[in-house]
């Protein structure tokens, strides 16, 4: 399958209408969010004036870092998706050249930043494109690419379900994922030293932990609100870049990574060690190790006030409620924050409990006695009213 695929993918991009749809995407929805982050989390291990883009699409990365005036240059299998970055660079000096993303015609040590951006979680051989980007860079330069978290998976599913899951792919649906434990095998193998392993993608990107959510049309319908909501972009941002980015491998389906070219193999066992550390203590929730994504929860939550961004929290806080009954979740918020959502809760209680009641007494007696009138059930029509009744007068909803 790995050549079928390679060849797949590689040539997957060559129509213009293909990518004109694909880069008219780019800046609707959360792909605008998911760019910031992804700008955010590079830009924090860019180093040298020289870059290189690799696989550089429509150019978001190369365009991004040529118009903070670094020397860049973007390589890719597609003319179309060059036409495209050429299109978008406008004025913006930035080289472009038509090249094989997994044997880049440049000489060795060439450059000091390489990146690779929404690359490698197309291909299979992981091992063997890093080896081309490690001849690219100079010692002590940096190798920045994003691929999809196995943890993530293994977290959510276990081990062999996490394995099952990867297995099942064909060449249609193909993503790479790799595990922290995997990336650090092939940066000691590589002689490269790993610099930052950041999960995000909550909001832009398939996330297990909410997947009974994200698949509903009302949560689809309220991201759309987060670029055109200043409040809902900030807090989606800092939640995004400020505290996912910094928990353990395992909480999002996707990882930027950074490896420096320069051996450090008990550097890379100490980061892999405290990842997994990190990682059992989210999966138990272990007060003192959560400790430090909670105070920065706070701090992002802090100038929480618009209400769309409080009912986006409120969705999440819900769901995670309903997972982790007894999560002490006020920690999270402030006095009134807390407040707000304690009062939308209790509501939303009430509401389901009503629901309950007012749909099902008379089904419960293990006989059928649905009232009918001529045959033609009629219990449902009671609802309206008993409805009405079970807030007034039982649950004092009104009061």
């Known amino acids: 399958m790995t050549t079928d695929l390679i060849n797949w993918k590689t040539n997957a991009w060559q129509q213009k209408d293909m990518v004109a749809l694909y880069s008219s995407r780019m800046a609707e929805s959360t792909h605008r969010l998911k760019h910031d982050v992804e700008m955010s989390l590079i830009g924090q291990w860019v180093v040298g004036q020289d870059m290189i883009d690799v696989g550089t699409g ?17 390589v890719d299998s597609s003319q179309s998706m060059l036409d495209e970055a050429r299109r978008l660079a406008g004025t913006t000096p930035l080289d472009l050249r038509l090249g094989d993303v997994t044997k880049v015609d440049v000489p060795d040590a060439s450059f000091d ?19 081309e980007f490690k001849r690219i860079v100079r010692p002590g330069g940096r190798i920045i690419f994003d691929v999809h978290a196995f943890d993530h998976l293994v977290s959510i599913k276990g081990q062999a379900g996490a394995e ?11 993503q790479r994922f790799a595990s922290a434990e995997e990336i650090v095998r ?8 790993v610099k930052m392993m950041a999960p995000y993608g909550l909001f832009c990107q398939r996330n297990h ?10 949560w689809r319908r309220m991201l759309e609100w987060i670029p055109h909501d200043k409040d809902m972009m ?23 990574v950074a490896l420096e070219h320069a051996p450090d193999p008990a ?127 039982y649950a004092k909803a009104f009061a």
Request: aromatic share 10%.
């Open 267 to 393: 550097g890379n066992q100490s980061w892999l060690d405290e990842n997994a550390r990190r990682i059992q203590g989210v999966l138990d929730w272990d007060d003192q190790v959560v400790a430090p994504d909670i105070a920065r929860l706070q701090q992002a939550f802090g100038g929480m006030r618009g209400h769309r961004s409080m009912t986006l929290v409120y969705e999440l806080l819900r769901y995670l409620v309903s997972q982790n009954p007894g999560l002490d979740w006020r920690v999270f918020f402030d006095a009134d924050q807390a407040a707000v959502f304690a009062k939308w809760l209790q509501q939303d209680t009430v509401d389901r409990d009503m629901t309950i009641i007012n749909t099902d007494w008379y089904k419960r007696s293990g006989q059928d006695i649905s009232p009918a009138v001529f045959g033609t059930p009629i219990g449902a029509t009671l609802e309206y009213r008993l409805i009405t009744n079970l807030l007034t007068d």
């Open 186 to 193: 092939l940066a000691d193998s590589l002689g490269l030293s």
């Open 58 to 74: 429509t150019g978001r990365s190369a365009i991004h870092f040529a118009e903070q005036g670094l020397k860049v240059l973007g």
């Open 113 to 131: 930043t390489l990146t690779s951006l929404n690359v490698l979680v197309h291909f299979p051989h992981l091992e063997a494109i890093l080896a």
């Open 164 to 174: 099952e899951h990867v297995q099942q792919q064909d060449v249609g649906s193909y």
């Open 234 to 256: 900030s807090l989606t941002y800092a939640l995004e870049a400020e505290v996912l980015a910094r928990m353990p491998t395992n909480v999002c389906h996707r990882i930027m």
């Open 209 to 218: 932990w909410i997947r009974h959510i994200q698949d509903k049309h009302w």
